[in-house]
């Protein structure tokens, strides 16, 4: 036992980078004084996750896809989209399930692979809710004009007006809008998941009409979209495999589900049903309205910005619009509300670990929910609503949802195969610590662990001199497990990088042939190796007493997991250098803020490490002595 032990410690800066925390106990809650609500069910968790992911982009990006990619096989893409990120889904639902606390795959991430890894996926996150807050905001103006009457019909005091010699369009009704939602977020959890309720039901009934409505159009003249010499894959499978690709980003935001985990009344049981429903709903009506669209109007014929209102016009039911309009604003408005509710909790969950200001911990004691992190994210978004044009910026909330995707895939494989043999310990605990640690024979001194009559190459082992034959056998076991985690941590570091060469290879055309191929023969070697190997192996027996038991458990592990990061990683290569510059330089001041601020300031900083198997001991240990 020792401090810095296991990765953890304040010393160099690869122990700062790789040091994890503790899944929060019952221990760690009685300590705590920021508590959230328990307040929320699988309907609640249900609103949240099909109001996060159904944004007004289905009423324009089944258009815009079939027109360019996929033709009549828009639904097919669909459903590859959906299963695709059912794996993320999957992965996020054993996390949740076993670590409820706050923070979602920055949590996570923490927990198995370390605090550096933690600090990116969670400063990516920031970036990614406040422009996608932000961008879903100003979207909200130009449909809601429609309701009345066109593009320039908005009240003088909410519309969007040009500021002369600067070439800035502010956006009232955005800023507006931003704050309206803060105020409900700060009301409660339960209220404002009860409004995301009412919005999110307004927009699924809008896309249940364009499918009802939509298939008795489609009836009655013949579904013409599916009568054409070109066949149903006018692109080929390449086509439907690239629209696949675009269609991917309409299913984030069941992440946002998880970022509620410790408002959950039953997480174990809850959140893995909270996410899966979500998106299965969201799945079934993306497939039932593409169904629908591609097969009243010819995929060529589509228009490209209104391609479901401008279907229902062709066919002589213009009013449709008005209709689709409400779904369209609807669908912003719940996206704007799971936008700005996850940031707070990862704000909240950063600051409790010391790699952020106290002030966005706090926790306000009537609402229960992280009021000065809510109301802080309020009025950035609202700003930027107000004077950015943020969809230009809209490809970088990609990186962090893609980020976030790719570490929780790898934290299931860390969590399998090399669980934390570790936990950090407050260093207020070390009497019990140093009690504990005497009982089986080791000693903690000045943060150092010593043994008395033993190697220290040993395992931490009872004093049973009376049956040395046992010792020697346990001691053996010991050295054989030891060896079976470096195999399964390497193994799983080089699959990573051979899943990084070989996506790599394959979406960068500017590759020579030769160093394509190379690149390709040694990613996929390593990612072939990767698989069998961690396929062979057993997994840790530790994994069935890792966090909260009797929860929801990622089937086909590994290669579920490792299908989940070449997916993602894909994803994340071909986003463009123009969108990886602008993340760069982002990423660039979370590197700093975290150098001088969060790695000085981590609560694990004068962690005590001790073997997992005995921290609940010298938790009793601590408690029998206060008593």
């Not at 069910?41 to 099909?50: D, E, H, M, N």
């Not at 933690?118 to 961008?135: D, F, H, N, P, R």
């Not at 840790?540 to 007493?545: G, K, L, M, P, S």
């Amino acid at each position: 036992m020792g401090k810095g032990g296991g990765g953890g410690g304040g010393g160099g800066w690869g122990s700062c980078l790789i040091r994890r925390k503790q899944v929060d106990s019952a221990h760690v809650k009685k300590t705590g004084d920021h508590q959230l609500a328990k307040a929320l069910t699988i309907p609640y968790l249900v609103a949240i996750g099909v109001g996060s992911t159904i944004g007004a982009g289905v009423y324009i990006l089944v258009g815009t896809v079939a027109r360019e990619h996929t033709g009549p096989a828009l639904t097919l893409s669909f459903l590859i989209a959906g299963i695709a990120s059912a794996l993320s889904a999957l992965c996020y639902a054993e996390l949740a399930s076993r670590c409820p606390s706050a923070g979602s795959a920055y949590h996570y991430s923490y927990i198995c692979i370390g605090e550096g890894a933690a600090w990116l996926v969670g400063w990516a996150l920031i970036l990614e809710y406040t422009i996608g807050g932000s961008a879903v905001a100003r979207g909200i103006s130009p449909n809601l004009a429609m309701l009345f009457g066109g593009p320039n019909s908005l009240p003088i005091f909410l519309a969007r007006l040009e500021i002369p010699g600067l070439g800035i369009v502010v956006d009232p009704c955005a800023a507006i809008l931003v704050f309206v939602v803060t105020a409900l977020l700060c009301v409660g959890i339960k209220e404002s998941t009860v409004a995301q309720a009412i919005v999110t039901s307004a927009n699924v009934c809008a896309m249940v009409f364009v499918i009802a409505a939509g298939g008795y159009l489609g009836y009655q003249t013949g579904w013409p979209g599916y009568q054409l010499p070109t066949g149903y894959y006018p692109f080929g499978i390449d086509g439907m495999l690239a629209g696949s690709a675009t269609v991917f980003f309409a299913y984030v935001g069941f992440d946002s589900v998880a970022s509620t985990a410790e408002e959950v009344k039953n997480p174990q049981r809850d959140l893995p049903l909270g996410i899966g429903l979500s998106l299965f709903i969201c799945c079934a009506l993306y497939m039932l309205v593409s169904v629908v669209i591609v097969g009243l109007v010819p995929y060529f014929a589509m228009d490209p910005d209104t391609p479901i209102s401008s279907a229902f016009s062709n066919n002589g039911m213009e009013w449709a619009a008005y209709i689709i309009a409400i779904g369209a604003v609807t669908a912003l408005v719940s996206t704007l509300l799971g936008s700005l509710l996850p940031q707070p909790r990862i704000l909240m969950a950063m600051a409790r670990d010391g790699l952020l200001p106290t002030f966005f911990s706090d926790v306000h004691k009537g609402t229960q929910i992280p009021l000065k992190s809510t109301i802080a994210t309020g009025i950035v978004a609202a700003v930027l609503a107000f004077v950015m044009d943020v969809s230009q910026l809209a490809g970088m909330v990609s990186v962090g949802t893609l980020l976030a995707f790719t570490l929780v895939a790898i934290s299931v494989l860390v969590l399998r195969y090399v669980p934390p043999a570790e936990v950090p310990l407050p260093s207020s605990l070390q009497d019990s610590i140093d009690s504990v640690s005497l009982k089986y024979g080791t000693k903690v001194i000045d943060g150092k662990s010593s043994k008395a009559n033993h190697s220290t190459t040993q395992p931490l082992l009872p004093q049973t001199a009376d049956y040395p034959n046992i010792l020697k056998k346990e001691a053996e076991d010991f050295i054989n497990e030891k060896n079976r985690r470096e195999v399964a941590g390497w193994t799983i570091t080089l699959t990573c990088i051979g899943i990084c060469l070989l996506t790599y290879a394959a979406s960068d055309v500017g590759l020579s042939s030769i160093l394509s191929f190379a690149l390709s023969g040694v990613g996929g070697a390593l990612l072939l190796f990767g698989m069998v190997v961690l396929t062979c192996i057993d997994q840790d027996d530790a994994r069935h007493d890792f966090g909260h038991s009797g929860g929801f458990i990622c089937p086909c592990v590994p290669m579920l997991p490792i299908a989940c990061i070449l997916i993602n990683v894909y994803l994340l290569i071909n986003l463009g250098t123009d969108t990886w510059a602008c993340v760069s330089v982002w990423l660039g001041i979370g590197a700093l803020i975290y150098v001088f601020y969060g790695r000085t300031h981590s609560s694990l900083l004068d962690a005590v490490y001790v073997p997992a198997a005995h921290a609940g001991e010298i938790y009793r240990s601590s408690e029998e002595t206060a008593a």
